[in-house]
């Protein structure tokens, strides 16, 4: 200020707050991915971590020490301050020499006293760094309407189905065309959620034979058993399952022909050819829980569907309690990941990404009451970050509406593409997913 003078920096600065203001007016969702975080840290890194904040926490929290020589307290000292959403910030802090990680783990509940903090994860990301996550508040006071269904089948757009809200109070999308979707959360957790929400978006469509689910309700038909006149096949059992499963892959082998013999990159929804998403309720059942050639089968099979099946409008919803490699080995084919309250710490990383707890997806940390059923978190697949995420509730009257409306019903499909033993298509070869 002294070499520029008072008016040209105040000019300046105020040309820049006019910038970001038109920015933000104008463009919020690209001011939302680069510009506010950039604020929200150094913001909350001047107004609520320094000015003497942190120094007094840490020697509260005793991780303070005199130094010898000179008589001086020592603290952790604070590198940087990450706000990667309004209610998450990470903490790089580097500890004092002798101070090791679980000083800080064994500390955690005084930690996040001391920080006013709802959850918090602390991890080491090198040698003389710590990262500690803090997560502040609810952003979902209220529960979230569920999708609605929409009058016609014009309205529905198979790129971008409701699932709910994230806490910008957005709301939140997910595309169910050209990839396929995981749902990961603990019992209680609100999965259900996540399985009909897409349902209830898509009614129209299901209902003129203009999309065509398929349904596994491996537990014991208890999820869907009341909507079975819905999906155009139905299974309960693991043995029936895997039948079903046999089907929708030749299905979508037929398909492929048909677009190959016609020139087509992919395919357009029509009756002839419909979207066909299938819905696998616990897929722990099929993949690990069942006997092992039933599980090698489905593996295969669900591999094939999951790499081939894009072009040709398959697409594979799987919800299930566990997310590790021994349960789900074709876990990387899984375009859109959704990770609700797990009751594991590694949990979140195993379904979002790597370093992804550490970037503020404490999933494990999400309360196991109603209140916080359906919370969760995603990845913006443009910055990379974690975003909490709270599903539509959706009610047995929901799904009865569902099932009252949307029922296809004579609705002619003789033309829709599909395997006949007869068809000369050659099988693929086995994807070995062990």
Known sequence: ???????????????????????????????????????????????????????????????????RRTGHVEVPRLVRVR???????????KPLRGQSLKKF???????????????LGIVKVKPQLIAITVVRGNPFSELIAPA?????SADVDLSAIFMGEDEYGNDWFEPLKGGHLLGVGATGSGKRSLLWNPLLAMG??????????????????????DAQPL?????????????????????????????SAAGMREITVSRETPFRPLFIDELAMMTALADSSTTRQ??????EVMTQGRAAGFAVCAYLQEPTKDVLPIRDLFTGRICLRTTAANHPDMVLGEDMRLRGALADEIPADAEHAGIGFRVDQRSRRPIRVRAGCVSDGDIAELVRSCTPTAVDDSNVVRFRPDDDADDSEEFDAA
């Open 298 to 303: 489905a593996v295969r099979l669900l591999a």
């Open 1 to 67: 200020m002294a070499e520029f003078g008072t008016m040209p920096t105040a000019a300046t600065l105020a040309c820049l707050g006019a910038a970001g203001l038109s920015w933000y007016r104008g463009h919020p969702d690209s001011f939302d991915q680069h510009a506010a975080p950039a604020l929200r840290s150094f913001r909350r890194r001047w107004l609520r971590y320094v000015a003497g904040r942190w120094r007094n926490l840490m020697i509260d929290c005793e991780f303070s020490r005199e130094n």
């Open 148 to 152: 609605s269904i929409p009058e016609d």
């Open 231 to 259: 999906f155009h096949r139905y299974a309960a059992e693991p043995a029936d399952a895997l039948e079903l499963i046999e089907g929708y892959r030749d299905d979508m082998k037929a398909t492929q022909a048909h677009l």
């Open 204 to 225: 129209p469509a299901i209902r003129d034979g203009l999309v065509l689910p398929e349904m596994c309700d491996l537990k014991g038909g208890m999820e869907a058993g």
């Open 105 to 119: 783990t064994d500390a955690t509940e005084e930690l996040a006293m001391a920080l006013k903090a709802d959850g």
């Open 83 to 93: 706000s990667a959403s309004p209610s998450i910030d990470t903490l790089y802090v």
